[in-house]
C-alpha cells in the first residue's frame, strides 16, 4: 500500500524537488502552497505517477492552515509522511536595525506556522501510533552568524521543536527528524533580499546545494527500515565549511 506525504512550501525549492522525488518513489502527495498556479502545474506533472492533492494556504493564517488539512478527502486522511518545509528568511540586518515586520515574518512562518500544520496532523498519526515528520531546518539553527539574529533564532527553534515532538511523540512509535541544508541555491535569496541585487551573487564562485540534493537526503530519511530514525542531518555544500566560510573561486 502506497504511503502519503503532506508536504508544505511544495510550489519551489526544496518542497518541490521533495514532490518530485517522492513521486519518483511511488508516495502519494499532499501538497501546500500559496500559489495555486504553480500547484496546478505540480499536480499536472506528478499525477502521472501518484495520487496527488493541492491544499491553497498560508501557513502564517492559523484558521485557513487548520481548515485546510481539516477539508482532505477520505483517501488522503491518513497522513503518513509530513514534512514541514515553508519557511523564509527576510533582511540581513544588525538587531537594532531590523525591521519589525520581517520579524513576525520569519516567526510566523518559520515557527507558528510549523506548529500550526503539525497540529493538524499529528493527531491522526497519534491515533493510528503511525507517521514520521521531518522538520525542515537549516545550519543557522546550529551556528549563529552575524546579522542573522532572529532568522537564527527561528531556525534553532525549529531544532528545539523538533526535539521536543520527538521525545513526546515516542509513545507512539512516531519517528521525527530534522534536516538542516546549508547554502542551497533555490528562490531563498531572493525573497531575503526582497529582490535586490544583493540576491545575484549568493551563490557565485562555488557549486552550491541543489534542491535535489536535499530532496535526496529527506527520502533517505523516511525510507529507512521501521526501526531506524535519522534524527538530525546538518548538511553543507563541499565549498561551505560552516555558516561564515565558504571557499569561492
Not at 514534512?83 to 510566523?108: R, V
Not at 498519526?125 to 542573522?148: D, F, L, Q
Not at 541555491?185 to 545575484?200: H, I, L, P
Amino acid at each position: 500500500m502506497r504511503k502519503t506525504a503532506l508536504i508544505t512550501g511544495a510550489t519551489s525549492g526544496i518542497g518541490k524537488a521533495t514532490a518530485q522525488e517522492f513521486a519518483k518513489q511511488g508516495i502519494n502527495l499532499i501538497l501546500c502552497g500559496r500559489r495555486q498556479e504553480r500547484l496546478d502545474k505540480i499536480k499536472k506533472e506528478l499525477s502521472k505517477k501518484v495520487d496527488v492533492h493541492t491544499l491553497n494556504f498560508d501557513v502564517r493564517d492559523r484558521e485557513k492552515t487548520l481548515e485546510a488539512i481539516a477539508s482532505l478527502p477520505t483517501e488522503f486522511q491518513d497522513i503518513d509522511i509530513l514534512i514541514n518545509n515553508a519557511g523564509n528568511a527576510h533582511g540581513l540586518d544588525p538587531i537594532e536595525n531590523g525591521s519589525l515586520d520581517d520579524w513576525d515574518a520569519m516567526m510566523d512562518i518559520n515557527v507558528k506556522g510549523l506548529l500550526y500544520v503539525s497540529k493538524s496532523v499529528i493527531p491522526n498519526m497519534t491515533k493510528r501510533k503511525v507517521g514520521h515528520i521531518i522538520n525542515i531546518g537549516s545550519s543557522a539553527g546550529k551556528e549563529v552568524y552575524p546579522k542573522g539574529n532572529v532568522y537564527c533564532a527561528s531556525k534553532h527553534a525549529v531544532l528545539a521543536i523538533t526535539e521536543g515532538m520527538r521525545i513526546d511523540l515516542n509513545p507512539y512509535g512516531i519517528k521525527v527528524g530534522a534536516v538542516n541544508p546549508g547554502l542551497v541555491e533555490t528562490e531563498f535569496s531572493d525573497v531575503r533580499f526582497k529582490g535586490g541585487k544583493q540576491a545575484d551573487g549568493v551563490y557565485k564562485g562555488y557549486k552550491a546545494l541543489q534542491a535535489e540534493d536535499v530532496a535526496e537526503v529527506i527520502y533517505f530519511a523516511v525510507s529507512r527500515p521501521a526501526h531506524v530514525n535519522i534524527a538530525d542531518v546538518l548538511m553543507f555544500c563541499t565549498a561551505q565549511a560552516s555558516s561564515t566560510i565558504v571557499k569561492k573561486n
